[in-house]
């Protein structure tokens, strides 16, 4: 009687930046963005302006001022402690309020990255920035954040271990009193495979069914270990996961002691989300401080000072030396099949650096897709448009929607689709929910014959976006990841002693990439 919870899901806790006095957070976001568009463009076209004055609209609409407030300053914390920061990562890169407030590193014009990917005008649902910083320091940026918004406000994020096949085997096993040489046979013949379970491992190993159907004490225990799998076994702190509440967290969340130091919030990420508390994602990248390191090692020993921010994206020596697929260190491109994917494309530009990393996934590899774009790009195929207004679009990916945002143009310029409703429809392709989608492809199609493109030419639009996008990857990810990467590959291409030097640092703890790296360097 005395336990009074309530739990509010329609509100949103976001705690409030203070400005200095006489502005509103509003005004002082514009304020930033203006003196950041400044400092980004030799002057503010009306393109940009258009753009920028559009965002602000709608994130101040929304309420979420404080909330990139926020994140523009500790990040600027970052930046002037010298704490290397990420370009950016998912699909806050769209944003052109980001990028001029130095949130994120990457034009948006420049690379036709929308806005709506990230913050849906039409879907009010909290934005998602998350923040690579380097792996050494990024404990920095939490502790400023926890001494800015006060200790109780600030709290890592529970995330819960749970008891996989053979965990539950080995653990039941043990308080049954089985013999562990025993236990230890029947956990090693569960095969070591992504989402497998006692039930399909008694299906794909036939050895295992027979001594369960002959052997009792087996049965027993394979039973008991079958109830207990996917349970919650431990509880950990969330890899990157920082919440920040405009009260004591206490009042909306419990809490629990980790360690002898970490607080973190008993509810999982996606509870928070859903009570509206701020998650934020604080991911440090080893990579980042490779980067650094080089760097540092760069102007010691040769008295060299590389900007990163400055770098032209056409250097031919580092196109030369990713075609050959000599990326040991490149950041996202080292593993074996992405070198063979590499020596086939023979990347040329940015663009193509970009490509490869939206390829290089089961969804194009599995489909053709990406060998479809290896033959266009090298002129062994030639290129089909099934509209003549899709080239524009589908230029840089010589005629394949390898991205969302790819998707979303097509049906904005071909459908008259505004890009907050083609969002949706991207959403709706994801998903694959039959009943929307033949909603969505009846004004698709009706939006095409109003622009004059027939409908049988309209349909088949339709059918090959949604083929696509069903594992379409977000542009403005790849773009910024493939940022890092370009730079790491810089750094090899240029300074190769320098980069191997800061790279065996990095991996200094783990015997098999120091032995790797070091015949790499050989």
Not at 424 to 429: D, E
């Amino acid at each position: 009687e005395k336990c009074n919870v309530k739990l509010d899901f329609n509100t949103i806790h976001l705690p409030s930046f203070e400005v200095p006095e006489g502005v509103t957070q509003d005004e002082f976001l514009e304020k930033l963005c203006y003196e950041g568009a400044a400092e980004r463009y030799p002057e503010i076209t009306d393109k940009i302006k258009k753009r920028l004055d559009y965002e602000l609209d709608t994130i101040k609409k929304m309420g979420y001022s404080s909330y990139f407030l926020i994140v523009w300053d500790f990040i600027n914390y970052a930046r002037k402690n010298n704490i290397m920061v990420g370009p950016g990562r998912g699909s806050a890169a769209g944003s052109l309020v980001a990028y001029c407030l130095h949130i994120t590193n990457i034009d948006p014009l420049k690379y036709n990255l929308l806005f709506e990917r990230f913050l849906n005008p039409e879907r009010v649902s909290m934005p998602d920035i998350d923040v690579d910083f380097c792996y050494e320091r990024r404990q920095e940026v939490i502790d400023y954040v926890v001494r800015k918004y006060g200790q109780d406000r600030v709290a890592q994020i529970v995330t819960f271990g749970t008891m996989a096949a053979r965990a539950a085997i080995r653990d039941v096993g043990r308080v049954m009193g089985y013999p562990y040489g025993e236990v230890d046979t029947i956990a090693k013949m569960i095969p070591q495979e992504i989402g497998m379970t006692i039930e399909n491992a008694l299906i794909v190993n036939p050895e295992l069914k027979k001594m369960y159907d002959e052997n009792e004490r087996i049965k027993r225990l394979l039973d008991v270990a079958k109830a207990l799998e996917g349970f919650p076994r431990h509880a950990s702190t969330h890899a990157a996961g920082v919440v920040i509440s405009k009260d004591p967290i206490v009042e909306h969340v419990p809490l629990h002691k980790i360690g002898d130091s970490n607080v973190a919030t008993q509810y999982t990420m996606t509870a928070l989300e859903e009570l509206g508390l701020l998650k934020m994602d604080f991911l440090g990248l080893r990579t980042l401080t490779v980067i650094r390191d080089a760097i540092n090692i760069i102007r010691h020993t040769k008295g060299k000072e590389v900007n990163l921010d400055k770098l032209s994206l056409n250097d031919k020596k580092v196109y030369e030396m990713l075609g050959q697929g000599n990326t040991a260190g490149v950041f996202q491109l080292e593993s074996s099949g992405m070198r063979n994917l590499l020596t086939e494309l023979k990347p040329e530009s940015f663009q193509d650096v970009a490509a490869i990393i939206g390829l290089y996934r089961p969804g194009p590899l599995g489909s053709g897709a990406a060998d479809d774009f290896i033959k266009s790009k090298n002129g062994q195929k030639p290129i089909n448009y099934l509209h003549p207004a899709l080239k524009p679009i589908l230029d840089e990916t010589y005629g394949i929607i390898l991205y969302q945002e790819q998707a979303m143009q097509i049906a904005q310029e071909l459908a008259g689709f505004s890009l907050a409703q083609a969002d949706i429809l991207r959403k709706a392709m994801g998903k694959k929910k039959q009943d929307v989608m033949a909603a969505q492809r009846e004004s698709f199609v009706d939006g095409c014959i109003k622009n004059g493109i027939d409908k049988i030419t309209a349909g088949k639009i339709f059918d090959e976006i949604s083929y696509f996008a069903g594992y379409g990857f977000n542009k403005a990810h790849t773009a910024a990841y493939a940022v890092i990467a370009y730079q790491t590959a810089y750094l090899k291409a240029h300074f190769p002693v320098e980069f191997m030097a800061a790279l065996l640092t990095s991996v200094i703890d783990n015997t098999d990439k120091v032995a790797y790296y070091i015949n790499e360097c050989r």
